[in-house]
């Protein structure tokens, strides 16, 4: 009887998702005069609706809301973009297709997470090889050497190590016995910071930590570890703001940003204007001034949805992320195995830690660091592997929940 309610409560909120799309692209189709967006908008609807028919027919243990409220982020991040620039969005369906594939393939062909747990040492090369990758071969984007292209194509390796960062840090510490076995993915976890730090891809680093927190408590049920890798971040935070000028500058910008508002701080000064512009209920979608603020399609996505939707429509999409964390941490409680628990913890901290790290960024509660907003903001990179880890929570989910 409870599964039959869980369905009923599942399509209607799918529906719900459906009616707002449509009726967003239909405004943006008429305001601007461009058919494309209403068959943009029934294509992405046609590919969640096939994609929870399939997860729901053929595997229905689980939890699908994991499905239903990514589907939900990732609807209102198209019909942002596609306001902002139709090609951003023509783009992230693709990126959108190839996610929900993987999640969808994920569920279907992969084998019990259990089955891989023994792989550490393939997860910690995989991981340390793409950092060091990025390194080497990576460009400069926006003060960041992050960004690795093969012809026009670009992509993050940071974000592909990090799943394997979960995985490496699951599989060590599964079988927690004594602080010895704490020594090397403590290694690994500050050579990975190193790395990133030197990038200067901040924000990230930050996502890193807060992993490696969550899964070293988690194994090891010892604040004490937990309270000491505080305090030692603090170490590494005033470290980095004497040694790097980029991070200095990044604080001043925080402290202050009116004080360069047409420089540094330009972008931090118009996410607060257009923020405050929208109010309680917003400007109204196609009525607001959302590219007025430099890179809003990627970093500074929510301050549109916030300037044209309001504070109400700024708090959806943050309850829609409480509500997805707290899915995943559902699905960590009722694991089948150690291995499993972890990594759901893992991937759970990952999309809340991003999430709040770039919200809080945007509307400086903390200095900005530049990372995507996880199935809203535009990106390749941040798109597949956000479904492909949510295709693992999933997964996860069926074995526990439905074992």
Not at 117 to 127: D, E, Q, R, T
Not at 375 to 402: D, N, P, R
């Amino acid at each position: 009887m409870g599964s039959i309610v869980n369905h009923a409560e599942e399509k209607s909120i799918l529906r719900l998702v459906y009616i707002i799309s449509i009726i967003a692209f239909s405004i943006i189709a008429l305001y601007n005069k461009d058919g494309m967006a209403i068959i943009l908008g029934l294509f992405s609807i046609a590919l969640i609706s096939y994609s929870h028919f399939i997860i729901r027919r053929y595997f229905p243990d689980g939890d699908k809301y994991i499905l239903v409220l990514s589907a939900f982020l990732t609807e209102a991040g198209l019909i942002m973009l596609y306001r902002i620039k139709p090609y951003y969005a023509i783009r992230q369906l693709g990126w959108f297709t190839i996610g929900i594939t993987a999640f969808i393939l994920i569920v279907v062909v992969f084998p019990d997470i259990e089955g891989i747990k023994n792989l550490k040492y393939f997860y910690l090369a995989m991981a340390i090889g793409l950092l060091c990758i990025t390194q080497i071969f990576a460009s400069d984007v926006r003060g960041s050497k992050n960004w690795i292209y093969i012809g026009s194509v670009g992509f993050q390796p940071s974000e592909f190590a990090k799943i394997f960062i979960i995985f490496y840090l699951s599989s060590a510490l599964k079988d927690f016995k004594s602080k010895k076995q704490l020594i090397l993915p403590g290694l690994v976890i500050m050579f990975s910071l190193a790395m990133l730090v030197i990038q200067t891809d901040l924000g990230m680093a930050l996502i890193y930590f807060c992993i490696s927190l969550a899964i070293v408590y988690i194994a090891t049920s010892n604040i004490r570890y937990v309270i000491a890798a505080f305090f030692l971040s603090i170490l590494g935070a005033v470290g980095s703001f004497f040694m790097f000028s980029h991070v200095r500058n990044r604080v001043a910008i925080w402290i202050d940003p009116w004080a360069t508002a047409t420089a540094g701080g330009h972008q931090i000064v118009q996410s607060l204007i257009a923020i405050a512009s929208g109010g309680l209920f917003g400007t109204g979608l196609n009525l607001g001034h959302p590219t007025y603020i430099p890179e809003v399609h990627n970093d500074f996505i929510f301050a549109a949805i916030c300037e044209e939707f309001g504070l109400l429509g700024g708090i959806a999409v943050i309850i829609a992320y409480f509500l997805l964390i707290y899915r995943g941490f559902r699905a960590a409680i009722y694991a089948s195995d150690t291995f499993s628990r972890l990594v759901a913890v893992g991937i759970s901290t990952m999309i809340g830690a991003q999430a709040f790290i770039i919200i809080g960024g945007v509307i400086k509660l903390i200095p900005l660091t530049g990372i995507t907003l996880p199935l809203i903001s535009y990106g390749g990179s941040s798109m597949v592997i956000s479904y492909v880890a949510l295709g693992v929570l999933q997964k996860i989910s069926e074995t526990g929940l439905g074992g």
